[in-house]
């Protein structure tokens, strides 16, 4: 499958909708029919999975494939089982994990026997260099840890907000080569305090033709999925415009 017909959008674009009919219409609005969902838009966290199931079929009565859960939170508490059982019942292969300092090493390890038993992938979220698994040393140890189950879910955004002799996503494109499960297609303006912006993908400082020339290079085949979190009252218009970027250069 080529890497524009995978193409989804992140369920948190569309936060300030609480109701998933609205949710799975809005998606086929901006010209896509798959999703990665948040804790949001599963009734605030994935243990309930009787209300899963719910969710699950709201989106596969509207035409709209759930392809991906995230980001998560994983510590190494057994009831994480949750989320890996939820991505599961979705008929998913992917799910969307930050870590933490305190507890890294039994979280991954736990992650990795669930991500087995469930045969799906999980990719560390990098979430800029302020956040950890985010600064490229500490994220290249937790792949260490993690592979091949555990491996990488590139946010363009977040990787450039690293800095540029160490953000550039086509660079990590090569650098992980086979270990990026995920990629969040979401883009930046940086102002002169060192703040950023949402933009449009592909109108702000990603290279989004050198970035997917080398994804189809690489022949990425991973969960791919659409990330604006700007204009959270109406994110459709600009939305739709990503999908424009997008499919110009897929």
Same mark, same amino acid.
């Given at each position: 499958m080529s890497l524009s017909s995978n193409l989804g959008v992140q369920s948190y674009c569309f936060r300030n909708f609480k109701d998933n009919v609205e949710v799975a219409a809005k998606v086929k609005e901006i010209g896509l029919d798959r999703i990665e969902i948040c804790?949001?838009? +599963?009734?605030?966290?994935?243990?309930?999975?009787?209300?899963?199931? @719910?969710?699950? $079929?709201?989106?596969?009565?509207?035409?709209?494939?759930?392809?991906?859960?995230?980001? @998560?939170?994983?510590?190494?508490? /057994?009831? @994480?089982?949750d989320a890996f059982e939820a991505v599961a019942m979705a008929g998913a292969k992917h799910i969307s994990v930050h870590f933490k300092v305190d507890s890294f090493g039994k979280a991954i390890a736990q992650a990795r026997s669930f991500a087995r038993e469930y045969g799906i992938k999980v990719g560390i979220h990098c979430h800029g260099g302020y956040m950890f698994g985010g600064q490229p040393?500490?994220? %290249?140890?937790?792949?260490?840890?993690?592979? /091949? %189950?555990?491996?990488?879910?590139?946010?363009?955004?977040?990787?450039?907000?690293?800095?540029?002799?160490?953000?550039? /996503?086509? %660079?990590?494109? $090569?650098?992980?080569?086979?270990?990026?499960?995920?990629?969040?297609? $979401?883009?930046?303006?940086?102002? $002169?305090? +060192?703040?950023?912006?949402?933009?449009?993908?592909?109108?702000?400082?990603?290279?989004? /033709?050198?970035?997917?020339?080398?994804?189809?290079?690489d022949n990425y085949d991973g969960m791919a999925v659409i990330e604006y979190e700007a204009d959270p009252e109406n994110p459709v218009p600009a939305l739709k415009n990503c999908v424009e970027q997008m499919r110009n250069v897929l």
């Amino acid at each position: 499958m080529s890497l524009s017909s995978n193409l989804g959008v992140q369920s948190y674009c569309f936060r300030n909708f609480k109701d998933n009919v609205e949710v799975a219409a809005k998606v086929k609005e901006i010209g896509l029919d798959r999703i990665e969902i948040c804790r949001l838009h +599963a009734g605030g966290d994935f243990h309930n999975l009787e209300n899963w199931k @719910e969710v699950v $079929k709201t989106y596969t009565d509207a035409g709209v494939k759930i392809v991906s859960v995230g980001v @998560e939170t994983l510590v190494g508490d /057994p009831s @994480e089982r949750d989320a890996f059982e939820a991505v599961a019942m979705a008929g998913a292969k992917h799910i969307s994990v930050h870590f933490k300092v305190d507890s890294f090493g039994k979280a991954i390890a736990q992650a990795r026997s669930f991500a087995r038993e469930y045969g799906i992938k999980v990719g560390i979220h990098c979430h800029g260099g302020y956040m950890f698994g985010g600064q490229p040393d500490v994220m %290249e140890h937790l792949i260490n840890l993690g592979t /091949p %189950e555990v491996g990488l879910c590139i946010d363009t955004a977040w990787c450039m907000q690293i800095g540029p002799k160490q953000g550039v /996503p086509l %660079e990590w494109i $090569k650098k992980y080569s086979g270990k990026v499960h995920g990629i969040h297609f $979401k883009d930046f303006v940086f102002e $002169k305090n +060192a703040g950023w912006k949402d933009t449009v993908v592909g109108q702000g400082n990603l290279d989004l /033709p050198a970035f997917a020339a080398q994804l189809k290079a690489d022949n990425y085949d991973g969960m791919a999925v659409i990330e604006y979190e700007a204009d959270p009252e109406n994110p459709v218009p600009a939305l739709k415009n990503c999908v424009e970027q997008m499919r110009n250069v897929l």
